[in-house]
């Protein structure tokens, strides 16, 4: 899309504020600092599609007449999705007022979702064609897309097009042209429900979330050294032992609801399940299979700074390869569809494991010498224990880092930089080395949105929020060495939301409206690359967030409507959306 | 009270863990860090009493017989305490169950509030007694205070005395002796209500919250450049033309109930009105109070980073002396109780002032020369008009750090530090030379809680949370220059919340438990001023913030109990605690 198309867009859909005035607006003065940009519609969608058309003229909707169907008979993810979106299509606790006084040329009759494979497909993969159109014409709308997956997206935009006018009329666009495809295939989040603990419902609403971000991987961070919530059919000791309290686990029952919240919704679930370091929740079940750090000959000895008295997995023990097989085989039972386990291996640190007079004799006895031929040692056989039970393995970078040879076909999931640790070269380097060299590979180093910092961006002539320009600015690609084989390697990228000070107190305002900036560059072309016009339309979709009842924070001063969090009309923690019973 | 005694008490409440675990525990592992400090009984009290001594033995409480009494007859402030108390108590949801089982002498029957004035006081002064006695001995429990001021501290800390076991009974020290007083009379927060509208009953939990960690003054922020959210019944211009919407403000029933909420539980309502700047919304409502800021010749024009458009108002103008007058008046008249008004005068900066002809004129016409003049023209009209009309002033320190005389008597609150302004010295010199001059001082440079930074503070043998080691280590005196007199007019001190990226969404998990770090270091001695044991502590504490429903963030890895956010037995935004009809 050519960038003047893109201005000539931004316009059209500029106009539509002028001519009726909507419930969610915003307002940002600096006095001695502007804000720039330029205002948004309040139904420009988020992430901004490839192309879009759109008239001044409007068309409206009558919740009682207005029909959304399929060409998909019994499709479970296209039935439940209709279903799923009449609430978003008309906010519960808003005003909607019946267009009856208009002629009927201006109100819309009707969506269909065409699938053109015909397939009700059952689980998505990263190579679906995950894009869609949707032309609105007439007073009929059209979604078209390949298979559900790209229909889901489809969907999602559509329902970002329609607004409430100021005189309560459900409206949009009367002519609308979208066609519309992902930039990088592989758009994650990664929550951690080892540091504290998510329940299910706040779990779900961070789905509902990806899915208004058009997200499609939750990676489910499992375990870690603070708990493991994660109930075992085979190992109930793992959460007998390691899960905080009863009270904070995941049944298998809470598991599939999960797994099948996200499918619906096109997104995938891959579980991590870290080993050999983050291992002290395990060890809790069991002690054996962890090493005794020493501190020269005494066993079970923390030296701070380089190791706790126990903290990793015994990479010589058979009864550790005999109890991860039994286990992985579990975990791929139960995110039956999904490939991918991610298997964590990052930040393990050799120390404990070479102060240990067994695992010097282990060394010895089989011509190692260090740390890095006993983690090569443990991912081959963890890879291949994994490759046995027939799934895919994710990894983070360190032990590829470190040197380890991992087989082609492992996916690296790069989160070193300097930034992060000062003596680490910047993740550009570590993404064009991994693609180079055959990898695909999954960024999330820049994106750790666990980091939260108060501030502001202030130049001269503008100022915005620090860390949504921040964000926004990153380009996946920028200082990328590799070719053009290598960039297609980079599949996406996660942002991260580690849980040490994150529980279902803040776990979603922490996460929205701050995820969503991430969100854009992930999906739209990098034309679309204006940090000070994006933070309108941002403020847009973070009220349109609060409508669907997830606590999305602002990033701009301002208001929404009277549907605000804390307000009678909130929607945040209404039984709809909070799936609290 | 004395070191020693001090680890004596720490000591004595830890054994309490060791005979009833509790629902609310905590974990922290870091592999590599260790976590130090004295891990916390499940009901020691936060901010830690002045002098606190406990037995090792239970009593436990009989919700259908417990009776919580007073000596004061229909005295609302008691009477209504009692009853809000109840579900402080027995937390609703939670299983409590019936003491039968034991003997009668270990079950607690009564506390009895005792006022010793015999005084049912309106509304709490600065210069009132704060403080509180608690007995329990054998079987009956006992507040004793000056004033119900004193006794709803006493209340609060009684209630944080109990816990639930592990077998639900609900238990308390059978012995127990605290005398309590505060190190600082005023310890006030700051919510800003213009730059995002707070609704009404996020401010009630707020204010619930501001009762647990015993702060008691709300300074609240109504109105800056961003909305005009307060309904004057003389001006109601001001809302109409200064409020985001018309859902969007606090009408005169919503103003008074807030005051009435924060009364009850003692805690003062202080409402800032600012000017000179941070005006815009008033001038919306009002454009001709405020000064034409000139580029050369040309009228309304920004010169960014020195002065927007329009931005501050005409000191020179008699019509904004009879506005200030008689809206003052209203103000005064609606906090009715309240001697003070904050008339905020920050961050005026004198450039568009001076390059206005009109006010050049006005300058040479008066003998005055720059923007100091000025401010010192307006701040002696306003100040006189605050005189005038029977109120009391609280001001930034702006106008008196630029040179401005201010009469002895009005409270300066010190707000620069070099770590927000790099040019600016520290606040410890600020807070040394208004109080040597004779000012009452109110300090909150150091504690901009909206300033949110993720942070572990790591050394080779410990590990925190990096804002509380922060806050925490902060005392009011450091560096402090003054004499005895001096020390004392440093009254206390406000953390502030400023709402740029702040709402209900956010605001309540945003500042608590970060707030809570500095209400300790506001109330108890200075002695108590170990971060490591500390942390333990509030930990505690935020376990039972969560069960009276207040999202209070975590500081540490771990977990409370079943009611934590998003579970079945979560107390956040349960009717009882959040106030949403």
């Known amino acids: 899309m050519s960038h003047t198309l893109h201005f000539f867009i931004s316009i059209v859909l500029c106009f539509v504020i002028g001519i009726h005035r909507v419930q969610s607006e915003i307002t940002y003065i600096e006095a001695r600092y502007p804000l720039r940009g330029t205002p948004s519609a309040p139904n420009a969608p988020w992430p901004q ?5 759109a008239s001044l003229d409007l068309t409206y909707i009558d919740p009682d007449f207005f029909i959304v169907y399929s060409n998909l008979r019994n499709c479970d ?20 007022r019946s267009p009856d006084t208009f002629d009927d040329s201006r109100v819309l009759i009707s969506v269909l979702i065409e699938i053109r494979s015909k397939k009700c497909d059952v689980y998505p993969d990263l190579h679906d064609d995950q894009s869609y159109n949707i032309t609105i014409e007439n007073a009929y709308g059209k979604i078209t897309a390949e298979n ?27 002519s609308v042209t979208i066609r519309d495809w992902p930039r990088f295939p592989y758009r994650g989040l990664l929550l951690d429900s080892s540091r504290h603990f998510l329940p299910v419902p706040i779990l779900k609403q961070q789905i509902d979330a990806m899915s208004y971000n058009k997200y499609n991987v939750f990676h489910w961070h499992l375990s870690d050294d603070q708990s493991w919530p994660f109930v075992s059919k085979k190992f109930p000791q793992l959460t007998e032992k390691g899960a905080f309290s009863p009270d904070h686990v995941y049944t298998p029952e809470d598991v599939q609801d999960i797994i099948e919240h996200a499918r619906l919704r096109g997104i995938r679930t891959i579980p991590e399940f870290d080993s050999p370091g983050h291992v002290a929740a395990l060890g809790r079940a069991f002690p054996e ?24 997995i015994d990479v010589t023990k058979d009864e550790v390869y005999k109890f991860m097989k039994e286990f992985l085989q579990e975990v791929k039972d139960t995110f039956k569809y999904e490939p991918y386990i991610h298997l964590g291996m990052d930040e393990v640190t050799p120390a404990c494991w070479l102060s240990n007079p067994n695992i010097q004799k282990f060394l010895k006895d089989n011509n190692m010498t260090n740390g890095t031929d006993l983690m090569t040692h443990y991912s081959n056989k963890i890879l291949g224990i994994a490759k046995s039970i027939g799934a895919k393995s994710m990894v983070w970078q360190d032990p590829w880092d470190d040197g380890v040879k991992l087989p082609l076909g492992t996916v690296i999931g790069i989160w070193k930089d300097t930034s992060l640790l000062p003596d680490s070269p910047p993740w550009s380097y570590f993404l064009s080395k991994a693609t180079s060299e055959g990898y695909d590979t999954v960024l999330s180093a820049p994106f750790y949105l666990n980091m939260i910092k108060y501030g502001k961006y202030e130049t001269n002539d503008s100022v915005m929020n620090l860390e949504f320009f921040h964000w926004y600015n990153i380009d996946l690609f920028a200082n990328f060495t590799g070719d053009d084989a290598a960039r297609k390697r980079l599949i996406g990228a996660e ?8 529980d279902g107190t803040n776990s979603l305002s922490r996460l929205w409206v701050r995820a969503s900036g991430v969100a854009e560059r992930l999906w739209s072309s990098i034309d679309v690359n204006n940090p000070e016009d994006a933070q309108f339309r941002l403020d847009v979709h973070r009220c349109r967030m609060l409508r669907r009842g997830i606590p999305a924070a602002p990033i701009l001063n301002g208001y929404c409507g009277p549907y605000e969090a804390g307000m009678k009309q909130s929607m945040v923690n209404d039984p709809i959306f909070s799936y609290i019973d």
Chains 1, 2 share one sequence.
């Open 289 to 312: 299979f962890l090493t005794d750090c020493y501190n020269g000959s005494t066993p079970n000895q923390a030296i701070y700074s380089k190791h706790a008295a126990r903290e990793i």
């Open 77 to 96: 993810i296209t039935d439940k999705a209709i279903e799923r979106y009449q609430p978003l299509f008309y906010p519960p606790k808003l005003t909607i």
């Open 49 to 53: 599609p490839q192309y879009l058309n």
């Open 148 to 174: 559900v997956w790209g229909a889901l997206n489809g969907l999602e935009t559509f329902s970002q097009l329609l607004f409430i006018t100021e005189d309560d009329y459900l409206a949009i666009n009367a």
């Open 495 to 502: 942002t991260t939301l580690w849980g040490e000070f994150v």
